[in-house]
């Protein structure tokens, strides 16, 4: 690539989150960038859109960035307005987070991080999601090198269309990092523990979806086991077509007969 | 199966909505049903769920039906719960719909309807989305012998762990149903529109994303292609693994060499 690649950035903790910050930093001196982002958190968002009520965007006064906006909405609408109301031309590549708690394994649907990039390729456009693994007090400065590289090099080796990068950071510092791993999605995920509780003054009970992580288990050479182990993973993950291309060989006459 | 299969319903337009009637009639006989719906629609809710707020359950009173709740959360909130505190043996299968408006194509990851049965497969529960084509004067009778024959097949044949079905009905009241195509994800998909409008008194402006569904160059005998040609369709969908596995292979020693 001749030009500077153009980069937009987004996240699901809103604009004011650390990690979009770091993100900015990492990639400022080699990219362009069009920062558009939720005005809130909006973890656990997915890839849901906001179609029944209308959405502010607002300008942002952040350094030396000139074009950031925020979003009363979630990362995929933030993604659908940039794309087709704030840049003239598409982005080269749509890089999410930098997310405190992990996206691995079978999170990465839930996470509105990786729903960011899942939006990107939804329009053709290739995407990158970053998250590192600690959630209370994550760090973000090791990252950085690491984030310049896998950019720098997806940029140079396109992704096949259909196809994002889900990139997790151990829990760490940098100084013990064993690696980087490109591998293969994970099945462990954040579960749900809706605890019960009684409502102060009247009386009924309510739930609140707690997250736990389940760490048992994990299939060998998976990222979940891999991040375990204090390796950096990177996995190629395909949202553009879903299709269970087995089953559907083994049972399409079986299931056309029924009718 | 000897005894009477357990069935969880959902949808994302919320409890009142006629689609989850339409399919508790269509399976109150050959099942024992639960039911879960959100309170209020949530269309295009994806997979998304509410970690950041309370979430409130209520019995509702319904016909001859008994486990009947609503929940003020999305369709995975509502699986989440009815699976960790309103059953007390797991289901055999989330039957999710049925949604007015169609799912095919790559709206389904979008789609808060798809997401029940997403969350289902979480749980290593298969599931099944039902929609309807049409969103404005959307029709539901002939569609019950349909169903009733689909679930009955994925009960006594069940879909391999990781994958649920995603069907879906042509615009048609059923007289002029071509018959039902067992067939693979297709490309198509309800675009953002984002009409640009003003406050009526802070003269500001906001956005609204509308939708528009593309149904050009739709990829041959796939679900959208089928659809517009009057076919019932249903496509097994693979949602607990999504790597990129031919990329993995092709640039795993590539990419690890860079650091």
Redesign the interface.
């Known amino acids: 690539m001749n030009r500077k690649p153009k980069i937009l950035l987004t996240n699901d903790d809103g604009i004011r989150a650390p990690g979009i910050r770091y993100l900015a930093k990492a990639l400022e001196e080699v990219a362009d960038l069009t920062i558009m982002a939720p005005v809130d958190?909006k973890?656990?968002?997915?890839?849901?859109?906001?179609?029944?009520h209308?959405?502010?965007?607002q300008e942002v006064d952040w350094d030396d960035q000139k074009r950031v906006w925020c979003v009363t909405g979630?990362p995929?609408?933030c993604v659908?307005?940039a794309l087709?109301?704030y840049m003239s031309d598409p982005p080269d590549l749509v890089v999410s987070g930098i997310n405190p708690g992990s996206n691995a394994g079978?999170n990465?649907?839930?996470s509105?991080t990786v729903?960011g990039a899942?939006e990107g390729i939804?329009h053709n456009i290739p995407g990158i999601a970053f998250s590192v693994e600690d959630y209370i007090k994550p760090k973000f400065d090791h990252t950085l090198t690491?984030i310049q590289?896998?950019v720098s090099?997806v940029i140079e080796?396109p992704?096949?269309v259909g196809?994002l990068l889900n990139v997790n950071f151990p829990n760490s510092n940098g100084g013990d990092i064993q690696?980087?791993?490109?591998?293969?999605?994970g099945?462990g995920?954040w579960i749900?523990?809706?605890d019960?509780?009684i409502h102060p003054t009247e009386g009924?009970?309510?739930?609140?979806?707690?997250?736990k992580e389940i760490k048992e288990s994990e299939p060998e050479d998976t990222d979940t086991w891999w991040i375990q182990k204090g390796y950096i993973t990177?996995?190629?993950?395909?949202?553009?077509?879903?299709?269970?291309?087995?089953?559907?060989k083994e049972?399409?006459n079986?299931?056309?007969k029924?009718?």
């Open positions: 958190e973890s656990a968002s997915g890839l849901s859109i906001t179609i029944k209308p959405l502010s965007v979630t995929a609408d659908k307005l087709s109301r079978r990465l649907l839930y509105g729903g899942i939804m690491y590289k896998i090099h080796n992704l096949p196809t690696g980087i791993k490109f591998t293969r999605q099945a995920m749900e523990n809706p019960q509780r009924h009970s309510y739930y609140w979806i707690g997250q990177a996995v190629p993950v395909h949202v553009a077509e879903l299709t269970d291309h087995r089953m559907l049972r399409k079986s299931f056309e029924l009718f």
